[in-house]
Each structure stands twice: as C-alpha cells, then as structure tokens.
C-alpha cells in the first residue's frame, strides 16, 4: 500500500542519525506490531533498538501516527491522559510484511550502531582530555597531542581500508 509514497522498496533506516523521510511509517508499523503503544514509547523502542545512536522526534513520530489512524492502519484509545496506538487488521497485515521486509536490515544497523556507540563514549572520554589539555596552554603538550593525534589519524585510516 505504502511502496510508492514511502519507498519503502528502498528502506534506508537511520543515516547520519535520522531516518530519511517516508521510513518513519515502516518504523512505526513495525514498533506497533510488539505491542500497543504511545507515541513516546515508539520513541524510546527506536532510541533502545539503535543503543542511542537514533532518536526519532515527536514532531516525525506524531502526524505519522495521525496518518495512518486516519487511513486506518491503526487505532487510538486514551488510556490515563496518553492515546495508546494499536494496529487494525490492515495494519497488522502491513506490519508483518514490513517485519519480513526489514528484520535483516534493521538487524545489520542494530549490530553496527552497538559498536558505534562504544567508540563515540571513548571518542568523548578522548574530547574531555583534549579540552583539559588545551586549557594547560602548553605549546609543547599541543606539539605532542597534535603528533599523536596525527599519527592516530593515520592508523585509523589503515583500519577503515581493511
């Protein structure tokens, strides 16, 4: 139903920390098929499925749970003050092909974002000691940080070419 509008043909996940625009239905649809939920559950499913890496807005999560209530994919109910999403029939249909469509290629991001964030904590542990050092005002502590940061570079760019 959705492969022309959304392209899900070409569901591309998240890039650069966003998913493109059109993912988001898939993205739902297939949150939406463990369980029903609300909007900023959906939201902390994604944040948790790529281990921080990705967390979609309210403002991309939200008008596409309208969306599809509207051509009715899902269905809301307010449960203590929080409208709750559940998949219809045709939205459950949707959502498995969209689950045997993706299960792979969310599972290759999921994999790749897990060591992504565990280099990122480290490149952060790395930036904190820089800004240490460069508060020293020390030209020769600068000489030596630059070299071993030059020198990391390098071995960093031999690593990417394996």
């Not at 499925?49 to 809301?76: D, T």
């Not at 990122?120 to 930036?127: L, R, T």
Request: charged share 30%.
């Amino acid at each position: 139903m959705y492969e022309g509008e959304f392209g899900y043909g070409g569901f591309r996940g998240w890039r650069g920390g966003r998913a493109r625009r059109g993912d988001m239905v898939p993205i739902i649809l297939k949150a939406l098929l463990k369980k029903p939920m609300h909007g900023y559950e959906i939201i902390s499913e994604m944040e948790g499925k790529s281990h921080g890496f990705w967390r979609p807005s309210a403002g991309s999560i939200y008008p596409n749970l309208q969306m599809l209530e509207e051509q009715g994919m899902v269905s809301s109910t307010t449960e203590n003050g929080k409208k709750i999403y559940t998949l219809t029939d045709e939205g459950r249909a949707e959502a498995e092909k969209v689950e045997e469509t993706f299960k792979a290629h969310w599972e290759h991001k999921e994999h790749h974002a897990k060591y992504f964030k565990e280099l990122k904590g480290v490149a952060g542990d790395i930036f904190g000691l820089l800004r240490q050092i460069g508060e020293q005002d020390s030209e020769a502590k600068f000489a030596e940080v630059k070299k071993i940061l030059e020198e990391t570079r390098s071995k960093l760019a031999e690593v990417a070419k394996q």
